[in-house]
């Protein structure tokens, strides 16, 4: 018989200590899964692009501009999620699953909340939001129908995210990735369909993405919510006993606080960013939406590799093994910046066609194949800066990689762009330059908090 809040029990995989063994294997088992996961994730707002693409630059622009508003959204939530994370990782590396169960039953009360009033911002203010990027009216418009969607379809979004950090913080890395798979799957299959018009489908351009993204996360909800409830995952999900825990709820929050602020603030550099570039002209504002597009490919390949060495150093953390915490916090950044280096070079080499894959215009191709071109300077460090930060975040230590953010984006990204867009002859380069330096930075500080160890001291 199955205990309440604990392992189903069916077989080794479900039963496996992440806290012994080689530490290379384990990273690799929680973190594959992750990679697919999280590129996947990823992924939703890239199928938009390359089938918004076909629209023109003006779609590009709003969908892109819009984009960075909906991810300052879900960065928030995503930020929440992290308290769910260290806490879940920690009881299961305790041995106490009843206690895990409980923290993912009082995460899903602070998704429902927070998802409620982002609907209702996305409701009353698309348009102001945007309108307040100085953007030109054909773009607002594109932009606002598919940011009052996704803000709607927030819910489903967020509350998915619940399901898939409960899952991976427990050790189970690939029931979320087959979940992510399937809905990414019929999301690739339902695009086309729902922007063109196809078939029996009604045609709703830049809204049609939007659908889009919410039908399908509507359906990875669904999944995920079987999957723990019926204990088809490490963790078995049930509300038995269930009640209000307001210090459960204080604690989870206040662990996710700075990694929530650090998102949205993140998101609010990039809206700046953009603030520099309108001038400049709707393709260029678009060619900074499709370089976006690909480096969230490429923070997507170190954060899953960091989200795995979190979760693994978490358990080991909750298990007193400071030590092979670690290790996987190294072998996680190592295999990061190996991905990054392979990826920066081909982007040296075919930026133009990997461009071709969201857009035919030769002028949108030119620009943001020059972006990709001078932004990989910084790509070299983003392997440290995500998996260093994802780690960080993954056992509970939140607040220094807050202040890196913020230092990294208004010590570094926003004024240098200005400086460099005022005295300078780079023009709008002079943006992607000051992205490339913040990227830098923000590695530098990461590998050197991560290598003084406080971390390890840190209580959840």
């Known amino acids: 018989m199955e205990e309440a809040g604990g392992s189903s029990r069916r077989g080794a995989a479900f039963d496996r200590d992440w806290t012994k063994g080689s530490i290379i294997g384990n990273l690799w ?15 939703g707002p890239t199928i938009d692009m390359i089938w918004v693409g076909k629209l023109g630059a003006a779609s590009v622009a709003g969908v892109g501009v819009a984009g960075m508003a909906v991810m300052l959204a879900n960065l928030a939530m995503m930020g929440l999620t992290t308290g769910l994370r260290a806490m879940v990782a ?46 030109e009216a054909d773009v607002v418009a594109e932009g ?65 993405a939007a659908a889009t993204n919410v039908i399908s996360q ?11 409830f019926k204990g088809r995952t490490r963790l078995r999900v049930t509300l038995s006993n269930f009640r209000l825990d307001l210090n459960i709820i204080w604690r989870i929050v206040k662990i996710g606080i700075p990694t929530a602020v650090m998102g949205v603030q993140r998101s609010l550099c990039l809206l700046a960013l953009i603030w520099f570039i309108v001038p400049f002209g709707t393709l260029v504002v678009a060619a900074h939406t499709l370089c976006r597009r690909v480096e969230n490919i490429l923070s997507a390949l170190s954060m899953g590799l960091g989200t795995g060495a979190g979760v693994l150093a ?22 990061a910046e190996g991905i990054m280096f392979i990826s920066s070079a081909a982007i040296l080499l075919w930026a133009e066609n990997i461009v071709r894959v969201f857009t035919p ?37 939140t607040l220094p990689p807050m202040l890196c953010e913020l230092l990294k984006a208004w010590l570094v990204q ?4 200005f400086l460099l867009l005022r005295v300078t002859t780079l023009g709008v380069y002079g943006v992607r330059w000051a992205m490339a330096a913040g990227m830098i930075t923000a590695g530098t500080i990461f590998t050197v908090y991560f290598w003084l160890g406080r971390w390890k001291r840190k209580k959840v």
């Not at 009082?106 to 998704?111: E, K, L, P, S, T």
């Not at 509507?218 to 723990?228: C, D, E, Q, R, S």
Request: hydrophobic letters at 55%.
């Open 218 to 228: 509507t359906l990875g909800l669904a999944l995920g919510l079987w999957v723990l």
């Open 414 to 417: 926003v004024p240098l762009a």
């Open 29 to 43: 088992s929680l973190s594959w899964p992750m990679l697919i996961s999280q590129s996947l994730n990823m992924l």
């Open 361 to 397: 215009e030769p002028g949108l191709i030119e620009t943001t194949s020059t972006f990709l071109r001078i932004t990989t300077a910084g790509y070299l460090a983003l392997g440290f800066n995500m998996a260093f930060m994802q780690f960080l975040t993954g056992v509970g230590d």
């Open 144 to 208: 606002a129908a598919y940011t009052r969607i996704m803000f709607v379809g927030s819910i489903a979004m967020s509350l998915r995210m619940m399901a898939e950090g409960t899952m991976q913080a427990s050790g189970d890395t690939v029931m979320p990735m087959r979940i992510t798979v399937l809905f990414r799957i019929f999301h690739v299959a339902l695009c086309p369909f729902l922007i063109f018009g196809w078939w029996i489908f009604p045609h709703l351009g830049v809204s049609g």
């Open 314 to 335: 978490g358990q080991n953390l909750g298990a007193g093994k400071p030590k092979r915490a670690e290790k996987s916090g190294w072998l996680a950044a190592g295999f």
């Open 90 to 135: 920690r009881f299961v590396g305790a041995g106490d699953n009843e206690g895990a169960n409980h923290i993912a039953r009082q995460a899903f009360v602070i998704g429902a909340g927070y998802s409620i009033v982002v609907a209702v911002i996305g409701i009353f203010f698309a348009e102001p939001i945007l309108m307040l990027m100085g953007l």
